[in-house]
């Protein structure tokens, strides 16, 4: 295929995406494949002869999208949403098309410093100091992993990255249990070990840390002789949505001087809406904070928002510059590839400045304003349907419930419910474990969601339940 062919396959592209979207809802949610159905239809060498762009999409059409969940199903309420306007689409062509390396500000200016100033929009927007200065990652992932390694180097004195962790006091970091996994694997990475993530029990409605048994553990951490390194809080879990008291724990970890970082990956979002800030009260102290415009905000996967108290701790932490990767007779310039794991660095900003244009704060606020309406809506009429027990309120638009149809296990019952509803092919929703049981987790967040989707869940749960009763 040459550059000159573009033109067409590009309008057929666009015209594919146009009318991809249009159809969604008459596709089930989930991918109805069976395992191994598309790979036995790939043969197993590559071509040595190039072979026609006409018979690669024929072949994408009937392979690949059979074996596809569709993300962007306005029905689609697992998980959280991984969203993608049709601005910030639009933004990430043109960034493919260029396919710019911008790991460093002379390897593309525009990209670093466009990065800089969508970053201070967003800090605008979620309403935090002009003490915090951001960072794009690739996703709330990464963006823990680096407030673990500053956490890490800091308590050492900065001595981990030189020296290792042999020989070292042994580092604890605290968090609840409805914290992401992310946090469990950026504890394995920087070395710190599974053993010395200590969990502290939740509590009350919100199942906020309990900021007490958090404090008791750190004096006997240090009593014992351990080095308590930082404190990980979230808001918007995401099992059932867990907000800590961000304010709380914040003041418990200056008390012992521990770096706090709050991982707010989905419920981020939301703080665009002055009304939802609340659920972070005092995130304004915390050291570190991540959310993710690729969830709830309307930019696609990967675009991961970092925001820093103190940009010399984190590359002091992460910066490596061997002659190669100095810029030479620019000053005060900002190379984010200091401020990240990876070297290299996608141009994301870009679709950020797509999306906040073309939408406006206005637009994306009512987006979000709906799905909380939405999903609180569904809770309270859910909750009158017999065999249905809520068992975690809506923290914004997520909650969960289970089927308890007497005389029956209701994890049993449950799981049945929730897989009758995925094959069912109308809606998806995804399972978790509060307290032990079983639930199903329910959360609105796509970017074409309407009353009417939501009325539709309601339909299908309700008619499965119903079946399973009669079955």
């Not at 550059?3 to 991809?20: L, N, R, T, V």
């Not at 915090?132 to 990464?142: L, M, N, T, Y």
């Not at 800091?154 to 001595?159: E, H, M, T, V, Y």
């Not at 012992?256 to 009304?275: F, R």
């Amino acid at each position: 295929m040459r550059w000159s062919e573009f033109p067409k396959w590009g309008k057929w592209a666009a015209d594919w995406a146009a009318q991809y979207h249009a159809g969604l809802r008459d596709r089930p949610v989930r991918a109805q494949t069976k395992p191994g159905e598309v790979m036995a239809q790939l043969p197993t060498a590559p071509p040595d002869a190039p072979q026609p762009i006409e018979d690669i999409v024929a072949d994408f059409e009937s392979i690949v999208m059979p074996g596809i969940t569709h993300w962007q199903h306005p029905r689609f309420f697992a998980y959280f949403p991984s969203n993608a306007s049709p601005a910030a689409v639009l933004a990430d062509n043109l960034v493919t098309a260029m396919a710019p390396q911008c790991m460093l500000w002379q390897t593309s200016p525009a990209a670093t410093e466009m990065e800089t100033r969508m970053m201070d929009w967003l800090r605008q927007s979620l309403g935090l100091p002009t003490g915090f200065s951001g960072v794009i990652q690739d996703s709330a992932s990464s963006a823990t992993l680096a407030a673990v390694l500053v956490m890490r180097e800091r308590a050492l004195n900065w001595d981990g990255n030189a020296n290792g962790l042999p020989g070292q006091k042994v580092l604890r970091v605290y968090c609840s249990n409805e914290v992401h996994t992310s946090v469990d694997r950026a504890i394995w990475i920087a070395g710190i070990g599974q053993a010395n993530l200590v969990r502290i029990p939740t509590q009350g409605p919100l199942r906020s840390m309990d900021t007490q048994a958090l404090d008791a553990a750190i004096q006997a951490d240090i009593e014992a002789g351990y080095l308590p390194a930082g404190v990980i809080a979230c808001t918007g879990g995401t099992g059932t949505g867990a907000c800590d008291d961000i304010s709380a724990t914040i003041a418990v970890a200056k008390k012992y001087d521990l770096y706090t970082h709050v991982d707010a990956a989905w419920a981020g979002a939301a703080m665009i809406c002055p009304e939802y800030r609340d659920l972070w009260t005092g995130v304004e102290e915390a050291d570190s904070i991540v959310f993710n415009p690729h969830k709830w905000l309307g930019t696609q996967f990967d675009l991961s928002a970092h925001f820093v108290k103190s940009p010399d701790d984190l590359t002091r932490t992460l910066a490596i510059q061997p002659e190669y990767l100095k810029t030479h007779g620019a000053d005060g310039i900002i190379n984010y590839s200091e401020w990240s794991v990876p070297l290299g660095r996608r141009f994301r900003a870009l679709k950020l400045w797509f999306l906040i244009r073309a939408y406006g704060l206005d637009g994306l606020r009512q987006m979000i304003r709906n799905h909380v309406t939405w999903s609180q809506a569904l809770a309270e009429k859910l909750r009158d349907v017999p065999d249905i027990e809520i068992v975690t309120d809506p923290v914004l638009s997520l909650f969960t419930f289970r089927f308890t149809p007497a005389g029956q296990n209701a994890d049993d019952t449950t799981l049945n419910l929730l897989n009758a509803i995925n094959d069912d092919g109308r809606i998806y929703l995804t399972q978790t474990r509060t307290d032990g049981k079983l639930v199903i987790r329910f959360q609105a967040g796509q970017f074409d969601c309407t009353q009417e989707d939501i009325d539709t869940a309601f339909d299908v749960i309700v008619e499965t339940a119903n079946r399973l009763k009669d079955a």
